[in-house]
Each structure stands twice: as C-alpha cells, then as structure tokens.
C-alpha cells in the first residue's frame, strides 16, 4: 500500500469503510474482488491512474424501479483509450421492453432473453473496475444502479469514487464565466462542442469510448501530468 494513503485524511476514511464493507462479504462475489483492492491515493498524479470508463444502459432513470439492460466500458492507462479492454453485456430481465424504450437503447426482446445474468455481469463488471477510478457521464445513473444492484445481489453497497465528465465541462463553463444551457452539458453536445466525431449513441460500449474521448479532450497527458486524482474526483 503506497505511503500516500497515510498522508491523505479522504483515503483514510475511504480505506476504513471499505475494509469495513470486506468483512462481512464472502469471498467468492465480485464484490469482495472489487473492495480487496484499495483506490488509488488521491494525492496520485493524474497521469498516473488507472482509469475505466463506464456506460450503462437501462430501461428508465429510477435505479429502484427501472432495470439495467447493459454494461459498456473500456480502460485508459496514461492518457490513452485501450481498446482491446472492452467490455460489454447485455443483461438478461423478466420484463418486456417498452417500444419507445428500444427506439432509443436498440436492445431488443430477444436480446434481453439472451443476456446474461444480472450477478454473473456484475461479478465481472466488479472485478474488472477493481483498483480503477470509474470515468462517466452523468454519475447519478451508474452510482445508484450499481449501488441498487450491489444491495440486491451481495447486501451492501459500495464507496464508488467517480470522475464526471458533466461536472468537469459545468465546472469549466462556470470558471471561464459562460452561459449555458442544461442540454449543453449531454455527451454528444460537449462531444459537438470538443469537435470530436459522430458516435453510435445509447450504445453503453460506444458511448463509454466517447465519454474517454470527451475527458481526453477536456484533461489531456501534459495536464494530467499537473494534476492530482484529488483535483477531478467526486
């Protein structure tokens, strides 16, 4: 564990849930794989962290109510978008899809017949992320449907320190003093905006590419390098 960890208050307290949380998960879940291994200090030079961006797909907006229909995501080591790390499944759900739900998603029926398991996707979405910050746009939707399917399938839920794209780009609008609207904030407008090209969207894998496109955009190696985890995190 780097000294690092004793000399930042926030990772101290992060630490003392997360072993807190390991004690009472059984070893054989995602769960306990994903909380075995600490996050990163957060006085880390940017540059330096792992990161893992993240999509979600769902059938609506209430993590409660609402079920998640697929995981997409991709890793990013010092500045660069490893492709060949993606990950994406489509889950499994006992429900038929709304149609104008599926003109949105484009996940079918069929699709979700043939899915996965939700604790099987879960098991290696968490594996996967584990010792990783999580990269996405919008944080409230992969937050509160993790943290609702974490509570369902292992009983606890997890600390889940996040970078945000959406808070990064409302931060920058404020700070150089200009106005803007709600929907300038989406992914494809600040995508629009950061002259990067079409996507694919409300597709978890291809809009997990351009959220780590958009955040290279926005914090790229020569800042990263001049920054700390502390400075982007929430």
Not at 105 to 116: A, F, K, R, Y
């Amino acid at each position: 564990m780097p000294l690092a960890w004793l000399l930042t208050p926030a990772n101290r307290k992060y630490e003392k849930v997360r072993l807190s949380l390991l004690k009472r998960l059984p070893k054989d879940n995602g769960l306990y794989d994903f909380l075995s291994v600490p996050m990163p200090a957060l006085n880390a030079q940017l540059s330096s962290v792992d990161i893992v961006s993240v999509d979600f797909e769902t059938t609506g907006l209430n993590a409660e109510q609402d079920k998640l229909l697929s995981i997409g995501c991709v890793n990013m080591s010092h500045s660069q978008i490893q492709l060949g790390s993606s990950f994406h499944k489509i889950i499994a759900i006992d429900q038929a899809l709304d149609a104008d739900n599926v003109t949105i998603h484009t996940i079918t029926d069929s699709e979700c017949q043939s899915g996965s398991p939700l604790r099987q996707v879960m098991d290696e979405f968490l594996k996967l992320i584990a010792g990783k910050v999580m990269l996405v746009h919008f944080n409230k939707i992969e937050r509160e449907f993790i943290n609702e399917a974490c509570i369902k399938l292992y009983g606890v839920a997890p600390v889940l320190p996040m970078i945000d794209t959406l808070v990064l780009a409302n931060k920058a609008f404020n700070r150089r003093g200009l106005p803007f609207e709600p929907q300038d904030l989406t992914l494809a407008n600040l995508r629009k905006r950061a002259k990067l090209p079409f996507y694919q969207q409300h597709h978890a894998l291809s809009d997990a590419i351009a959220t780590a496109e958009l955040y290279l955009t926005m914090i790229d190696e020569k800042k990263a390098s001049n920054m700390q985890l502390k400075d982007v995190l929430i």
